[in-house]
């Protein structure tokens, strides 16, 4: 995997990062106000060493000074003198002593809840090293002498907790923890999300990314009226049937592995994309379970393909005219009790030559295969079949299974449309056209 691919996975789960930064951040807030606040006094002493030569040469034993520095902090941190502090101050709170580097400098500091008793303890201890500064280093009293620099005083704000820190901290733990969930929650996740994956699995060629729409629920069953899908379903239409290896297709059967993939949708608008090239085109409703398509062109669905596959109606009497140029609609019709049965009866072969020589090309809108071996039966009888994937809808096994299907029966698999992608979407927000106008304005221009 490359570093793009790592950055649209986190893209993809985003929300994970999130909520686990977000809940790292909480917990470390709620731990701080069980955490009781501590303040810190410190003092400073200056241990001098005597100095050698003349007026005109002063020299310092560096090495001598350096010992005698820490061997004052090892005795100033022993038993005598702690159980001398301990006396004055119990119970002890938190003591550490620090040589400044290269100076003479040695800071005392006290830690306990209570400031006062830190500030207490660290000059208690700094006055009980000082007083007992010619007992601490016997033989060599005369050639050094501690002072107190810097007596401590009471702080006015604790030490800790670190505020700033613990967030800062917190923060970052979350993120970290957030990152390895969404890579974990991608791996166990086996929906597919990108045209690469798709064609990792299947080995099909992707022929169009139809970008999510904006419209509410109540315009699911209309045509897109944004430019950015006009584009999209141009894309499509020139994928499909521009190689030369397409060119005979005039049967086109459009299939999903499940459904509320948009597979309606692309139908529906696929065919109006190709009526724009004065292309005469049918639209078969061949889901005879759930039909839709009757309801994006606002007709009715008391006779259809089940009535003519049934013998109760002929082709004509069932295709009816839409409000677009070049369309017509062969409904689903009532659902019937056998659908499989009438899709794979010798009369749907006929009623689609039929449809073929009344159009320059004829749309079939399948059920979704994963459940139902309709696409399975309606193969053999088209000139290509095209795959409708929702993005992050459908997982791999049931696309592999409609691709086995699909492949036992020997269909002529032209590709994969990657449907309600997030490709776009926020380019919606700003472009609004009307679809007729705009999409035979453009197909014009393309024309001259």
Do not use: C
Request: charged residues 20%; aromatic residues 6%.
């Amino acid at each position: 995997m490359e570093l793009k691919d790592y950055l649209e996975i986190l893209s993809r789960r985003k929300q994970i990062v999130f909520i686990t930064a977000l809940v790292a951040l909480i917990a470390v807030a709620i731990s701080v106000t069980f955490i009781a606040p501590t303040y810190t006094a410190t003092a400073t002493l200056r241990i001098l060493t005597a100095a050698t030569g003349s007026a005109e040469f002063v020299d310092y034993n560096i090495t001598y000074a350096d010992r005698l520095i820490g061997t004052f902090l090892e005795i100033a941190q022993g038993r005598p003198i702690q159980d001398e502090l301990r006396a004055k101050v119990s119970p002890l709170p938190k003591i550490e002593l620090e040589n400044l580097n290269a100076t003479e400098l040695v800071e005392i500091r006290a830690t306990d809840p209570d400031p006062h008793v830190a500030r207490f303890t660290a000059n208690t201890l700094a006055n009980i090293l000082v007083e007992r500064s010619t007992e601490l280093y016997a033989g060599t009293a005369t050639t050094f002498t501690v002072t107190v620099v810097e007596p401590a005083i009471t702080p006015s704000s604790p030490s800790s907790p670190n505020d700033l820190i613990l967030v800062v901290v917190g923060l970052v733990a979350g993120l970290a923890a957030g990152m390895g969930l969404a890579f974990l929650v991608e791996n166990l996740d086996t929906r597919l999300y990108t045209g690469s994956q798709i064609e990792a699995i299947t080995g099909a060629r992707i022929l169009g990314d139809i970008p999510e729409s904006l419209r509410s629920m109540e315009d699911e069953y209309s045509f897109f009226r944004n430019p950015i899908h006009i584009e999209a379903f141009r894309r499509l239409r020139t994928n499909v049937f521009s190689p030369a290896e397409n060119e005979d297709i005039t049967t086109l059967l459009v299939a999903s592995a499940v459904s509320l993939d948009g597979r309606s949708s692309v139908v529906a608008n696929l065919a109006l994309s190709t009526s724009l090239t004065n292309r005469r085109v049918v639209v078969v409703d061949a889901d005879l379970r759930t039909p839709s398509l009757h309801e994006f062109y606002n007709l009715e669905n008391k006779v259809g393909l089940s009535t003519v596959l049934s013998g109760e109606a002929r082709v004509e009497e069932a295709l009816v005219e839409t409000s677009f140029e070049n369309i017509m609609l062969l409904p689903a019709g009532p659902t019937p009790a056998n659908p499989a049965e009438l899709l794979a009866s010798p009369r749907m072969a006929m009623v689609s030559r039929e449809l073929s020589e009344l159009s320059d090309i004829v749309f079939i809108d399948s059920a979704a295969s994963y459940t139902v071996t309709d696409p399975a039966i309606l193969a053999p009888i088209s000139d290509g079949v095209l795959i409708v994937v929702r993005q992050g809808w459908v997982r791999d096994e049931p696309l592999l299974s409609t691709f086995s299907q699909l492949d036992n029966v020997n269909a002529n698999i032209l590709g994969v449309v990657l449907n309600r992608t997030s490709r776009g979407v926020r380019a919606q927000k700003d472009q609004q056209a009307d679809l007729p106008t705009f999409a035979i304005a453009q197909d014009q221009a393309d024309a001259s």
